[in-house]
């Protein structure tokens, strides 16, 4: 049984920055592929950050892209999001999400491209 478990999510201000983290237990980590998503109150969830099994593959939303940076430390099992000029608009619950099946090109910003989900961190920022 895969696990995800994300930490990390709270209450900012705009401008201000967040790590989000996401430990992965239950499968070999550097087989997966790794992505974050968001939802936002009455939003459909929506693909923020991807990274490949090895780390030489990241890929971005246009809305954060030079503001998120995704990483991921295979000796840890974990998954990070650095998230820094935070806006009030980047308000929603943040989701860890991975997938054993390598895919190119636009597949891997769909939800339907990951098998397994972590439950979701909170995080707000205020204006």
């Known amino acids: 049984q895969v696990q995800l478990v994300e930490s990390g999510g709270g209450l900012v201000q705009a401008g201000g920055s967040l790590r989000l983290s996401c430990v992965v237990s239950?499968?070999?980590?550097?087989?997966?592929?790794m992505g974050w998503f968001r939802q936002a109150p009455g939003k459909e969830r929506e693909f923020v950050s991807g990274?490949?099994?090895?780390?030489?593959?990241?890929y971005y939303a246009d809305s954060v892209k030079g503001r998120f940076t995704i990483s991921r430390d295979n000796a840890k099992n974990t998954v990070y999001l650095q998230m820094n000029s935070l806006k009030p608009e980047d308000t929603a619950v943040y989701y860890c999400?991975?997938?054993?099946?390598?895919?190119?090109?636009?597949?891997?910003?769909?939800?339907?491209?990951?098998?397994?989900w972590g439950q979701g961190t909170q995080v707000t920022v205020s204006s």
């Open positions: 999400a991975a997938d054993p099946r390598e895919y190119s090109g636009s597949y891997n910003y769909r939800a339907a491209r990951y098998d397994y």
């Open positions: 990274i490949s099994r090895k780390g030489g593959v990241t």
């Open positions: 239950g499968r070999t980590f550097s087989s997966l592929d």
